[in-house]
């Protein structure tokens, strides 16, 4: 069905006024996807199709369809109304689906209240510079809807934390690529051996975490460099990175199998809180024991937050 309704508008589209194929999209309610950890976000350009009729069937644990960077400014209409259509053709959805629309005064604030009545369960906001844009953002955004930032100017990166911090924010993406452009720094510095990278990855971490947004890790642009891509992850994963942007299923399963809790860590998690809760009840907070080592409830809350990523992320 879904491949279906694409075909048809994208046939309407060069035959037809604009208003008359918005007359034919009609938003169903959506049930909202919660998820708030995920790994592996998989970027798809709305004008494709082909690519958006595979959703069902793609391992990412989130989408984001794509109005923005990668799509022509003569597709970005139809890659508007097939994004709304694929919103509306998957209701329910094990997928986070979001939009990464594009930024506000270049035509972000009408896709925004155009997809507001389709219900993605979040938007996302390039080149956002203030407090302000985050505002205004989401003043235009539906309540049911989250708000995510992509963090690839200087000033968002001079205000990450106030920015990150506004109550509707939920995840901020690193771009860093507008980011070094932004800040006129050549991109090859771009490489996981240069300490700036690692500062720079650390601060973005740290400050997300802190303000309790989810830190979402750049995209690797070449797609065809696997043993590239699984450095920059293996690295990011030793950071404490739990969520990459990725551009290729095969990318997807990289960040999916190295982002993933390992079996011996959940079990071992289980073990801490079965046997703290067992020793709390009896009034003891803090004890040693000959398998685990010492427990008290700093180690036990670490264990619970492990077992939830882990749940969160299907156990796998």
């Given at each position: 069905m879904l491949n279906d309704e694409l075909e048809h508008i994208a046939s309407l589209f060069t035959c037809k006024d604009i208003s008359d194929?918005?007359?034919?999209?009609?938003?169903?309610?959506?049930?909202y996807n919660a998820l708030r950890q995920y790994r592996s976000v998989l970027m798809l350009s709305a004008h494709n199709r082909k690519h958006l009729g595979k959703i069902p069937d793609v391992k990412a644990d989130c989408i984001m369809l794509n109005l923005e960077d990668g799509v022509a400014p003569s597709l970005k209409p139809l890659a508007l109304r097939q994004c709304a259509v694929t919103l509306s053709e998957l209701?329910?959805?094990?997928?986070?689906?979001?939009?990464?629309?594009?930024?506000?005064?270049?035509?972000?604030?009408?896709?925004?209240?155009?997809?507001?009545?389709?219900?993605?369960?979040?938007?996302?906001?390039?080149?956002?510079?203030?407090?302000?844009d985050v505002t205004r953002a989401a003043a235009l955004l539906d309540?049911?809807?989250?708000?995510?930032?992509?963090?690839?100017?200087?000033?968002?990166?001079?205000?990450?934390?106030?920015?990150?911090?506004?109550t509707r924010v939920y995840a901020c993406y690193l771009g860093i690529l507008d980011l070094f452009a932004d800040m006129q720094l050549p991109q090859?510095?771009?490489?996981?051996?240069?300490?700036?990278?690692h500062t720079i990855l650390s601060h973005f971490l740290l400050t997300?975490?802190?303000?309790?947004?989810?830190?979402?890790?750049?995209?690797f642009q070449n797609y065809h460099d696997e043993a590239g891509f699984e450095t920059?992850?293996?690295?990011?994963?030793?950071?404490?990175?739990?969520?990459?942007?990725?551009?290729?299923?095969?990318?997807?399963?990289v960040v999916n199998e190295l982002f993933a809790v390992e079996p011996d860590a959940v079990k071992r998690a289980q073990k801490i809180v079965t046997l703290f809760e067992a020793r709390h009840a009896e009034g003891v907070s803090g004890f040693s024991d000959a398998e685990?080592?010492?427990?008290?409830?700093?180690?036990?809350?670490?264990?619970?937050?492990?077992l939830q990523m882990s749940a969160s992320s299907g156990g796998s």
């Open positions: 194929i918005d007359a034919l999209i009609q938003p169903r309610q959506r049930t209701p329910t959805c094990s997928k986070k689906l979001v939009v990464r629309v594009n930024p506000l005064d270049a035509g972000g604030e009408e896709e925004i209240r155009y997809l507001n009545a389709f219900m993605p369960d979040a938007i996302r906001i390039p080149k956002v510079r203030t407090l302000k309540a049911s809807i989250e708000l995510h930032l992509s963090i690839e100017t200087k000033e968002a990166w001079l205000a990450l934390k106030e920015l990150a911090e506004h090859e510095l771009i490489e996981p051996h240069n300490p700036m990278i997300c975490k802190c303000v309790g947004v989810e830190p979402v890790s750049f995209v920059w992850v293996r690295l990011e994963k030793r950071m404490g990175f739990r969520a990459k942007g990725c551009l290729s299923p095969a990318q997807v399963r685990l080592g010492f427990i008290d409830e700093p180690i036990y809350k670490g264990a619970l937050a492990l």
